[in-house]
């Protein structure tokens, strides 16, 4: 049996919009950081043969921004802004944590990154699932 508490903030209003910024602030916050300090986020994807650089810093500062502005509101477009963050969080397991190319503690501490990113996509993918259920 679910407590009474647990019910009561399961039922509110303001719990699921808490859990989606929740879920997108380590996609959020890195999207204004790269917008403020563009000229560092330009030397950092640069740093992974990203160029032109500014071309993929702006994609990189709107896909994560509108991509988690649209799952935090959910509505019938919590899929679209899910989506894009997921092609993005595994677009940068394949270029920024790529442990299969390295060996010895580099290889197991970005393979772990690279399962945390998974498990990321899995939860923007329950969202989808969700929202799209409740609305329905």
Same mark, same amino acid.
């Given at each position: 049996?679910? /407590?009474?508490?647990?019910?009561?903030?399961?039922?509110? =209003?303001?719990? /699921? &919009?808490?859990? =989606?910024?929740? @879920?997108?602030?380590?996609? @959020? *916050? /890195?999207?204004?950081?790269?917008?403020?300090?563009?000229?560092?986020a330009?030397? #950092?994807?640069a740093?992974?043969?990203?160029? /032109? +650089?500014?071309?993929?810093?702006?994609?990189?500062?709107? +896909?994560?921004?509108? !991509?988690? &502005?649209?799952?935090? $509101? !959910? !509505?019938?477009? +919590?899929?679209?802004?899910?989506?894009?963050?997921?092609?993005?969080?595994?677009?940068?397991? @394949? *270029?920024?944590?790529?442990?299969? +190319?390295?060996?010895?503690?580099?290889? &197991?501490?970005?393979?772990?990154?690279?399962? #945390?990113?998974?498990?990321?996509? !899995?939860? $923007?993918?329950?969202?989808? &699932?969700?929202?799209?259920?409740?609305?329905?």
């Amino acid at each position: 049996m679910t /407590p009474k508490w647990v019910s009561a903030m399961l039922d509110s =209003r303001w719990f /699921p &919009v808490l859990a =989606r910024v929740v @879920l997108c602030a380590t996609l @959020l *916050i /890195p999207g204004i950081m790269q917008a403020v300090q563009f000229k560092a986020a330009q030397a #950092e994807f640069a740093h992974f043969g990203l160029n /032109p +650089t500014s071309v993929y810093v702006t994609a990189s500062i709107i +896909t994560l921004i509108v !991509g988690s &502005v649209l799952v935090i $509101l !959910g !509505g019938k477009r +919590t899929w679209l802004g899910a989506g894009a963050l997921g092609v993005y969080i595994g677009l940068t397991i @394949l *270029i920024v944590h790529h442990f299969w +190319t390295m060996h010895g503690a580099d290889a &197991v501490n970005e393979m772990h990154t690279a399962l #945390e990113h998974i498990s990321l996509i !899995g939860g $923007l993918m329950v969202v989808s &699932v969700l929202e799209y259920r409740r609305r329905r």
